[in-house]
């Protein structure tokens, strides 16, 4: 039995028009099969009906969540990889894609239809992944692709249209992906946000930089959208170990989080710390990369007597997301490893924001009540 009592408290505000979320009153048992009451996003936040996944819209952020036990992810259809395949049969001008992996039909067609429509259609790519037909199918089109060609991983997964908006997240354009796995995918609305993105996609396509030979030259790190602070890093050239490390140690209420891999003892070990200090810690971690990965931190979070789980989809728990004191949302293809610190090409978000935290929060429960 888990032994701690997650006790979510958000803010709601009592107007007519705000929709409410119901926070966790109870201890959520692990390996639980009850599935966990349905709630609304907070504030201004509306909910977005998916067939196979969650979503919430919020103006100028729309969030989605993969949803593994949809019965209609087993027939890969419904999921959130058809808004962005809306969103690029959209696109007028460009389509910038920086992909880990790609095996998702819906988002190759999305691609192909608008380079045959005149759409400029640029693609960037960890080249381990490049022998897949999907790409292949881009690149006999005549779609312009350059692989990472080193070491080191070419892991973002983000996509730029009409250079006034962003993709973004944890999810790789894969079928697994979008149905088996936990994931979260984001369209942020923003000039700003997307001359950041551009800005580092054009760095790996046109200068050919990747990994460390990336200069650190975001022209946007923090853009305010409808008073909402956004901070923008990319990895490895923005230093963002040391980022996390404050925002953790100034934690004073909680941290929750979901992490695929966790093997930076920095990271560990300030949380630990917190959570020696008062402030309630929960997490959950993916079952294979537990047993896989060497310095795992599951083993000392548990020997410190956290509530921290192995999660309980038997696809991947892939999210990278810390949620601080309900009102900090840390996210995107940044795993919480050294790798992704030193040598991969990765790019995270830190979003200051209430509502937004307290639909992330929805997420952790899901996955955190599902956890062994």
């Known amino acids: ?48 009906e998916l067939p196979a996944g969650y ?30 395949a809306d969103a690029i049969d959209a ?10 992996s790609f ?60 250079g006034s908006e962003v993709w973004v997240g944890g999810m790789n354009y894969t079928d697994s992906g979008a149905y088996e796995d936990n994931n979260v995918l984001m369209r942020i609305r923003s000039v700003k946000m997307a001359e950041n993105y551009t800005k580092e996609f054009e760095e790996m396509f046109v200068e050919d930089r990747f990994g460390d030979n990336i200069l650190a030259e975001t022209p946007n790190p923090r853009v305010t959208i409808d008073g909402t602070p956004v901070d923008t890093y990319f990895s490895p050239d923005d230093g963002v170990q040391a980022v996390l490390l404050d925002i953790l140690n100034e934690a004073q209420e909680s941290i929750y989080f979901m992490a695929f891999s966790f093997t930076a003892d920095p990271l560990g070990e300030a949380i630990r710390e917190r959570a020696e200090s008062g402030v309630t810690v929960a997490g959950v971690m993916d079952e294979e990369q537990v047993a896989s990965n060497q310095g795992t931190e599951f083993d000392p979070f548990r020997q410190a007597g956290l509530d921290v789980y192995i999660d309980g989809n038997p696809g991947q728990m892939h999210h990278k997301i810390m949620i601080v004191d309900e009102s900090i949302v840390i996210v995107g293809s940044y795993n919480f490893t050294n790798s992704a610190e030193s040598r991969n090409d990765e790019n995270l978000m830190v979003i200051y924001n209430d509502q937004i935290a307290a639909f992330f929060i929805e997420e952790f429960r899901r996955v955190y009540g599902q956890a062994e």
């Open 1 to 48: 039995m888990k032994t701690i009592w997650i006790c979510l408290t958000i803010l709601v505000i009592s107007t007519l028009s705000c929709s409410f979320i119901t926070p966790i009153s109870e201890p959520l048992s692990p390996g639980s099969t009850e599935a966990v009451p349905a709630t609304e996003p907070a504030g201004s936040l509306k909910p977005i």
């Open 55 to 84: 979503g919430a819209d919020g103006g100028w952020i729309q969030i989605y969540f993969t949803n593994p036990q949809s019965p209609l992810s087993s027939q890969q259809t419904g999921g959130i990889d058809q808004p962005l």
């Open 91 to 100: 696109a007028r001008l460009s389509v910038d894609i920086a992909m880990y």
């Open 103 to 162: 095996s998702l039909n819906s988002i190759r067609d999305a691609l192909l239809r608008a380079y045959d429509r005149g759409v400029r259609v640029r693609v960037v790519a960890e080249s381990d992944n490049l022998d897949r037909s999907d790409p292949q199918k881009l690149k006999d089109a005549g779609i312009p692709m350059l692989g990472d060609r080193r070491e080191g991983l070419m892991h973002n997964k983000f996509v730029v249209i009409d």
